[in-house]
């Protein structure tokens, strides 16, 4: 089911959270709210959510009007940060908690719950309490416990931020498949700039309350609106006045057409790639990622001096990065 917002601002005290928001969120798809800490990204997500009010403006949820509903009226499921989960209750209990309060047949509930916690990996965690489970562990169960009132949309806010990074990564791809699965219409909180990459259809840019740009991953990667985009999803280096990506720059012997004169300062090994440092003339520090093989066959070194030439997008640079 279809999300959109449409003019929605919302201030707390002098400061604007957000500032005439306009998203169309595609149906059944995995779209991610990025963007920096106070940007407004989970602001947004709690007004979808009904948690929080608009000052103006309306959310759309699958065609009707929202804005003024509960959110238990809302056919929205929601997954916080933090697990919040019932710690007397156990694994089964916990994901079965939505379905009772609606008092749902009890065959039906024992159904339901037995067929997400299939879903999500947890069948034989059924009877343990949180205090059991792992930190992943118990973030699927809160995903399935989300999913079981079987929502038209789900939310997420942050679902992977208190796990560790090898952790985060497991759930990352375990979401994508899960998604795949359930085709359910689903927005998510990230800061993270990898996990939108890889596990979003779509990515929403937020910063300072205003929606950057809107696409596919690759579309913002590859033609940034601005320079905060391009900055923000992945990384840049300056050269020549413009941001570029710095595995899209081209190491060359001599000088050439578009290409700048630079010295080496540093060739710094991260396992197979190198990132060579360098200082151009107008007091800029480019720097270039290479592969070892790349290095071997230039045959480039520290202090040396070569040419450096951008092939990929760029956008202005109004600061040195």
Same mark, same amino acid.
């Given at each position: 089911?279809?999300?959109?917002?449409?003019?929605?601002?919302?201030?707390?005290?002098?400061?604007?959270?957000?500032?005439?928001?306009?998203?169309?969120?595609?149906?059944?798809?995995?779209?991610?709210?990025?963007?920096?800490?106070?940007?407004?990204?989970?602001?947004?997500?709690?007004?979808?959510?009904?948690?929080?009010?608009?000052?103006?403006?309306?959310?759309?949820?699958?065609?009707?009007?929202?804005?003024?509903?509960?959110?238990?009226? *809302?056919?929205?499921?929601?997954?916080?940060?933090?697990?919040?989960?019932?710690?007397?209750?156990?694994?089964?209990?916990?994901?079965?908690?939505?379905?009772?309060?609606?008092?749902?047949?009890?065959?039906?509930?024992?159904?339901?719950?037995?067929?997400?916690?299939?879903?999500?990996?947890?069948?034989?965690?059924?009877?343990?309490?949180?205090?059991?489970?792992?930190?992943?562990?118990?973030? *699927?169960?809160?995903?399935?416990?989300?999913?079981?009132?079987?929502?038209?949309?789900?939310?997420?806010?942050?679902?992977?931020?208190?796990?560790?990074?090898?952790?985060?990564?497991?759930?990352?791809?375990?979401?994508?498949?899960?998604?795949?699965?359930?085709?359910?219409?689903?927005?998510?909180?990230?800061?993270?700039?990898?996990?939108?990459?890889?596990?979003?259809?779509?990515?929403?840019?937020?910063?300072?309350?205003?929606?950057?740009?809107?696409?596919?991953?690759?579309?913002?990667?590859?033609?940034?609106?601005?320079?905060?985009?391009?900055?923000?999803?992945?990384?840049?280096?300056?050269?020549?006045?413009?941001?570029?990506?710095?595995?899209?720059?081209?190491?060359?012997?001599?000088?050439?057409?578009?290409?700048?004169?630079?010295?080496?300062?540093?060739?710094?090994?991260?396992?197979?790639?190198?990132?060579?440092?360098?200082?151009?003339?107008?007091?800029?520090?480019?720097?270039?990622?290479?592969?070892?093989?790349?290095?071997?066959?230039?045959?480039? *070194?520290?202090?040396?001096?070569?040419?450096?030439?951008?092939?990929?997008?760029?956008?202005?640079?109004?600061?040195?990065?």
């Amino acid at each position: 089911m279809s999300i959109v917002v449409r003019g929605v601002n919302r201030s707390f005290g002098d400061f604007a959270a957000l500032r005439d928001i306009d998203l169309a969120v595609k149906p059944g798809g995995l779209t991610a709210l990025l963007g920096p800490s106070g940007g407004g990204k989970s602001t947004l997500l709690r007004i979808i959510a009904g948690l929080d009010q608009p000052d103006s403006g309306r959310v759309e949820i699958a065609g009707r009007d929202a804005t003024d509903l509960p959110p238990q009226k *809302r056919s929205v499921g929601f997954v916080f940060q933090h697990y919040a989960a019932f710690k007397h209750l156990t694994t089964a209990r916990n994901v079965a908690f939505g379905l009772e309060i609606r008092r749902r047949p009890k065959a039906e509930v024992r159904e339901r719950v037995d067929e997400l916690l299939r879903l999500v990996h947890l069948e034989q965690f059924a009877d343990r309490l949180p205090s059991q489970l792992s930190g992943g562990q118990r973030q *699927r169960m809160a995903l399935a416990r989300a999913l079981a009132v079987q929502p038209e949309v789900l939310l997420l806010d942050e679902p992977f931020g208190a796990l560790d990074a090898q952790v985060r990564k497991e759930l990352r791809e375990w979401l994508r498949r899960l998604h795949d699965e359930v085709h359910v219409t689903t927005l998510f909180v990230t800061h993270d700039q990898e996990e939108a990459l890889e596990v979003a259809d779509e990515i929403v840019v937020i910063n300072g309350g205003r929606i950057e740009q809107v696409g596919p991953p690759s579309e913002l990667y590859d033609r940034p609106a601005n320079e905060f985009v391009m900055s923000f999803l992945g990384p840049v280096t300056r050269l020549g006045g413009v941001l570029v990506r710095p595995h899209d720059i081209e190491v060359l012997p001599d000088d050439r057409a578009g290409s700048h004169q630079v010295e080496l300062t540093r060739l710094h090994r991260v396992g197979h790639e190198v990132r060579a440092e360098a200082f151009a003339a107008d007091g800029s520090t480019p720097w270039v990622q290479l592969t070892r093989a790349q290095v071997d066959d230039l045959g480039i *070194r520290e202090g040396q001096t070569v040419w450096l030439r951008a092939l990929g997008a760029s956008v202005p640079a109004t600061s040195a990065v």
